[in-house]
């Protein structure tokens, strides 16, 4: 009897994961089909493609925040974690629509490299509306919306005396008010990234916030330190977590850079990742060995 409800239960269980993983593939579909009719360069076919997943994370309005990741292979020790995430900004379309792209490349290469985690678009409600915009449902400007200290006094602060309450930029009613910001804050807090790449647009430039060697070029972008926002990502994970944040600007948000420059950029991005993902181990004895005794 006893055997016999435990295999109820058991089957129970099963249908409901099936069930769920149903639910989930359907909100796979949706949202390709919503990115694939707004997305000048990424077909609805381009995204179910990648074989994105979708996530417990939610926007404003109940839409999935979608991943893929590329897990450790067999044989190969990946030299570390990244995490990949575009669209923070909804009006930033070539933020979306390149990494799609490097999402293509990496279904076909991946090489057990890195252990990926990328996250097309983070704020699905501004880019998915209408008249797309910067802000998510709740007007926010979510990459002003993490918990650095103090985050009253320098977030708000800041959107108060140097923007002029500029609402593009409201930094919201307190940090990690917003659902999309949250659940990247408890992904990065799950996933340990190593180093975090954000891509953005269309200042045409590198921007690096935390530790390591920032990359003096990747295709054909810059450095060029923008400066750091207060309860930005660069600002929280790379100043206050001291996790690596490479910031992307793309030279337009409209226009796509072009097929060779995405694979230049991705190139000289992948290069850097090699050489300063992690901390050399021997740096702190070398230090030691430098300092005069
Ligand atoms: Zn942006």
Known sequence: MISFISK???LIFLLS????????????NSQCTRIGNKLGSVSIKDCLDIGLHATDGESVKGAAILIKEYPPLEKREPLGKVLLVGGIHGDEYSSVS??????ATLNKHHSGLFHWHVIPLLNPDGLLRKKSQRINENNVDLNRNFPINDWENTAIKYWIEE?????????????????????LLGHVNVFR??????????????DHDGPRTAPSKLGALYLNYL?????????????????????IELPYAGI?????E????????????RKNIVEEENSMENNQDAAPS
């Open 227 to 247: 400066g750091t926002y207060p309860g930005s990502l660069g600002n929280y994970a790379g100043v206050q977590r001291q996790i690596p944040v490479i910031t």
């Open 98 to 103: 390149v990494i799609f792209k490097w999402l």
């Open 193 to 206: 990234p190593d180093v975090i790449v954000s891509v953005h647009a269309p200042h045409g430039i590198i």
């Open 262 to 273: 995405i694979s230049s950029i991705w190139r000289d991005m992948v290069k850097w990742l």
């Open 256 to 260: 796509m850079p072009t097929k060779d």
């Open 8 to 10: 109820i239960i058991a």
């Open 163 to 183: 923007t002029g309450k500029n609402p593009r930029y409201y930094p919201g009613v307190e940090a990690l008010s917003e659902p999309e910001s949250n659940w």
């Open 17 to 28: 994961s099936i069930v769920i993983g149903e639910e989930k593939e359907t909100l796979v």
